[in-house]
T-cell receptor
Framework: DSGVTQTPKHLITATGQRVTLRCSPRSGDLSVYWYQQSLDQGLQFLIQYYNGEERAKGNILERFSAQQFPDLHSELNLSSLELGDSALYFC??????????????FGPGTRLTVL | TQLLEQSPQFLSIQEGENLTVYCNSSSVFSSLQWYRQEPGEGPVLLVTVVTGGEVKKLKRLTFQFGDARKDSSLHITAAQPGDTGLYLCAGKNSGYALNFGKGTSLLVTP
């Protein structure tokens, strides 16, 4: 158990819909990262928040957005869903924002299926 | 474009065999991490290497960071079925994010 929690575990929805994925980082970690994992692309970095502020953006679509709340939990919002958005979405957390080893600890993921 | 190339993509061996998987890049990384991921679960951090030429051992697993900090290898001695999983390498450069390879899927059969 990494200490990172994600809900829900599974999510099935239809094209055009909007969903929210939730993540709680390990106790003491200030950074939260969101990743998308698909069979053909592997693990792709989407976005990072550190202590409530956006710190880095990766391959995140404009239809996707995220935020980190004062209690440090984070939410990833996916809207106007398309079939290609079906994937595993992981949240990871770490102590530091950058520098050092930046060892990240991953949650169990949310499997999103868009029908 | 994948910054990190992992090989082989798939590997199926019998219990007791040795194996090596590779992680290569044209980029220099300040650190490199190896993760193992089992189906339906998140990646689990195995090790972080920081110094060029560094070798770290974790029981039957030996990790090496290339001298130029562009590549790494993972060697497993006497593989066991419990080693089955997806092995991912991830490199960190000056930015915040980790750059992941697509992984090596290892199957160890009894």
């Amino acid at each position: 158990d990494s200490g990172v929690t994600q809900t829900p575990k599974h999510l099935i929805t239809a094209t055009g819909q909007r969903v929210t994925l939730r993540c709680s980082p390990r106790s003491g970690d200030l950074s939260v990262y969101w990743y998308q994992q698909s069979l053909d692309q592997g693990l792709q970095f989407l976005i990072q928040y550190y202590n409530g502020e956006e710190r880095a953006k990766g391959n995140i679509l404009e239809r996707f957005s995220a935020q980190q709340f004062p209690d440090l939990h984070s939410e990833l919002n996916l809207s106007s869903l398309e079939l290609g958005d079906s994937a595993l979405y992981f949240c990871a957390s770490s102590v530091v924002a950058s520098g050092g080893k930046n060892e990240q600890f991953f949650g169990p993921g949310t499997r999103l299926t868009v029908l | 474009t994948q910054l990190l190339e992992q090989s082989p993509q798939f590997l199926s061996i019998q219990e007791g065999e040795n194996l090596t998987v590779y992680c290569n890049s044209s980029s220099v990384f300040s650190s490199l991490q190896w993760y193992r991921q089992e189906p339906g679960e998140g990646p689990v951090l195995l090790v972080t290497v920081v110094t060029g030429g560094e070798v770290k051992k974790l029981k039957r697993l030996t990790f090496q960071f290339g001298d130029a900090r562009k590549d790494s290898s993972l060697h497993i001695t006497a593989a066991q079925p419990g080693d089955t999983g997806l092995y991912l390498c991830a490199g960190k450069n000056s930015g915040y994010a980790l750059n992941f390879g697509k992984g090596t899927s290892l199957l160890v059969t009894p």
